[in-house]
Nanobody, 123 residues
Framework: EVQLVESGGAMVQPGGALTLSCTASGFTFSSSGMTWVRQAPGKGPEWVAGITSDSGRTDYAGSVKGRFTLSRDNARNTLYLQMSSLKPEDTALYYC????????????????WGQGTQVTVSS
């Protein structure tokens, strides 16, 4: 069974930083590109960032470029999203997702997402 378990979400003040983690199981993590997707209340899902299986390429949405860093540790089956200079508009549920059937720059089908971790940026 494929499982993606996110952690690290929290409430932070504007300008703050957080690191999200995603632990994967049930598939060959080291052979799969991975992405982060977020969804704010009342809005559709937004692709945030993607990384290839060997970390050779990472891509970021324009809204987070320069502030977020995506990385992975294939030995630990873990994906990371380092977030800095957080803004209130970054508030959302953040999902780790496997981009099966799509590219690493697209929102994957919902069935390939984890359960999400909440990030709230507020003073």
């Amino acid at each position: 069974e494929v499982q993606l378990v996110e952690s690290g979400g929290a409430m932070v003040q504007p300008g703050g930083a957080l690191t999200l983690s995603c632990t994967a199981s049930g598939f060959t993590f080291s052979s799969s590109g991975m992405t982060w997707v977020r969804q704010a209340p009342g809005k559709g899902p937004e692709w945030v960032a993607g990384i290839t299986s060997d970390s050779g390429r990472t891509d970021y949405a324009g809204s987070v470029k320069g502030r977020f860093t995506l990385s992975r540790d294939n030995a630990r089956n873990t994906l990371y999203l380092q977030m800095s200079s957080l803004k209130p508009e970054d508030t959302a549920l953040y999902y780790c997702a496997a981009p099966w059937g799509v590219t690493i720059t697209e929102v994957p089908p919902r069935r390939y997402w984890g359960q999400g971790t909440q990030v709230t940026v507020s003073s």
